[in-house]
């Protein structure tokens, strides 16, 4: 198994543009999130879904849409690059059932300037 | 809400000195509790767990205890290595909200020298 993958490593754009960050999961889990890593506060929920066409947000989603078509994608998008959305982004995915343990991807390190 | 609180870093041990990092938590419920290492330039890992009070979560050296009374859940190592530098993050979980997220503390960098 892969675990779960990301795509692209590294991204750097300019402010306004869009883009796509690409999670998938090849272990058939349920859940999906996607966090941001900024310096000094851990990880913070963007939005997470519970299953194939079920999405909601988590603390952080403004500026951000995500959709779930299949159990294996998740992918995140910008719709609008600022500079405050500078990170790293890391997807996870974890079974319904569990003591919650999550799996995450390797990252995306994303530079809007 | 829910939070976590941990001890700030960076911290510094030689090789072989004993390890803790403590973790707090504030949550209403039965949260489980983890510990995640984050290597250099890497994704999170696992490191350890606890799903219920008194639970003892170990792997790799390291162990940490759930304990309800005091709402910690202190990371230790009795002999840390080189090749355990890396940031440190303690969580919490509650299965029924918002699909189970974690909730993080800010890190702890650990940096272990020879």
């Known amino acids: 198994n892969a675990g779960v993958t990301q795509t692209p490593k590294f991204q750097v754009l300019k402010t306004g543009q869009s883009m796509t960050l690409q999670c998938a999961q090849d272990m058939n889990h349920e859940y999906m999130s996607w966090y941001r890593q900024d310096p000094g506060m851990g990880l913070r929920l963007i939005h997470y879904s519970v299953g194939a066409g079920i999405t909601d947000q988590g603390e952080v989603p403004n500026g951000y849409n995500v959709s779930r078509s299949t159990t294996e994608d998740f992918p995140l998008r910008l719709l609008s690059a600022a500079p405050s959305q500078t990170s790293v982004y890391f997807c996870?995915?974890?079974?319904?059932?569990?003591?919650?343990?999550?799996?995450f991807g390797p990252g995306t390190r994303l530079l809007v300037l | 809400g829910d939070s976590v609180t941990q001890m700030e870093g960076p911290v510094t041990l030689s090789e072989e000195a004993f390890l803790t990092i403590n973790c707090s938590y504030t949550a209403t419920g039965y949260p489980s509790l983890f510990w995640y290492v984050q290597y250099p330039g890497e994704g999170l890992q696992l490191l350890l767990k606890a799903t219920k009070a008194d639970d003892k979560g170990s792997n790799k050296g390291f162990e940490a205890t759930y304990r309800k009374e005091t709402t910690s859940f202190h990371l230790e190592k009795g002999s840390v290595q080189v090749s355990d530098s890396a940031v440190y993050f303690c969580?919490?979980?509650?299965?029924?909200?918002?699909?189970?997220?974690?909730?993080f503390g800010q890190g702890t960098e650990l940096s272990v020298k020879p």
């Open positions: 969580a919490l979980s509650k299965t029924e909200n918002q699909g189970g997220k974690l909730i």
């Open positions: 996870a995915s974890r079974p319904r059932q569990g003591p919650g343990t999550q799996y």
